[in-house]
């Protein structure tokens, strides 16, 4: 089983004939590859609102992720279950937010009377105050685009209003990001011309010397720390600001060709790349996104895979292959071997065991990425087979769940098992006394819940 996320140019492109074979390959395998969509797609949805499209985009959207849905919980990334049209009625954009926030703030401070306390009136006082800009930074054409109709002598409530301005421009007017990011080239600080031939794993160390090479002494992870003021951030804000930056320098920088394109469209396809590091494969066509997603993958050790439309299109085919009768005894004999340990626990007392643990290059009945082999004093060996995650995902969805009991008993068959469907919705609901079990002429295999996460795992017992 693997989890896809599919950025919005894939899904847009799956209604063209030249990706029906791709769109074929997700819908009818959807016992083998779990679909999921979050609330970028439909920042991107959005923009197309009113369109003759807009309907069947929503359509395409729904065949293909059903009810799995990735989206902020404050600021947790969660599950959700509710399909695209469910999201639709409930979705708000936020794409004016910041500016209504500001003119709220600041009408709140004009209008707020407190009798007997004098808190505001200093609050008011404060906003008039002259807040004098240097003359050095005054003559730095950088830093004043940032503060775009600044008077000579201008007040703190001048400049909160001149920030906005900026970062509502940004935010709101095509050209205006890909101008400021051609004045910071055109004042030097812009990646070599070859920046777009480095591997991508290799990115952020290049720039890492880049900035040393500009007197910046920091790693690229702490440039981009230095960029947050020591303020706390979370995983989602800590990836968009490298994104950006990684644009900004010149990495892959996004061409923008539409006059309606702003840096919007940067930063929602840098939160389509922070969704996909909760899956095992993002898909996308967007070559910038693509190897910019993979250096930052690799910067921060996240495994997911990122593919063009033609990789995995012969990664699904891989994955879909069905089990042969010998699966067991060769997937064994290729993945339980020393260079898959990655820990091995010696027998201390006669209460212990010797075990070892492994990680396998391929997942045990495309679902269990580690398998921890246990030798008992009695001569018989157990082997525990888990799914646990490198990437930013520390959950399954319950449909998950659904797949990973079907993928066993499809395997080990449902012969003997009586009321498989009420077993099958406790293991959903993620209750961990519940087990299902075959037994062999010489051990035996069984499924069970891990206590601590709730989570399917197997065992097999071999005397």
Known sequence: MKRVYLDWGVVSYLKKDKYAKLRNLLVLNKDRLFLIYSSAHFEDLMRSKGAPQFNNDIQTLSDLVDDHLLDFNKNVVWPYR???????????DNSSKLSQDVDSFLSAIEAASMPGDNTIDQIKANMNVVFPIPQEFRTNELFMRMLPGLPESPTVRDVIESVRQFLCDMMMNGGSYKNYRKSIHENGFKLEANAGNWKDEEATDKISLFLKSKGISMSFNDYVKMSFHGKKITDHEFFTAAYCILDMLGFHSDKLPKASNTVRNVTTDAKHAYFAGYCDWFVTADTRLYHKAKALYSNFRVSTSVLSPEEAMSAIEEEIRPFNQNYIRTFIEDELKGEHVVEHHRKENDMDSDYVVYKFSNRFLGIFTHGIHYHNSDGSNLIQ???????????????????????????????????????????????????????????????????????????????
């Not at 659904?402 to 066993?408: E, K, N, P, Q």
């Open 82 to 92: 509710a399909t695209p049209e469910d999201f639709c009625h409930n979705y708000v």
């Open 385 to 463: 087979f888990k799914l646990a995650f490198d990437n930013y995902s520390r959950f399954l969805f319950y449909d998950e769940v659904a797949i990973i009991i079907d993928t066993i008993t499809d395997y080990f068959g449902l012969q003997g098992i009586s009321d498989y469907d009420s077993l099958r919705k406790k293991f959903i609901e993620g209750n961990t006394d519940v087990t299902i079990s075959w037994r062999f002429e010489n051990g035996f295999v069984c499924v069970k819940n891990d206590e601590e996460r709730q989570r399917p795992e197997l065992y097999f017992m071999i005397k």
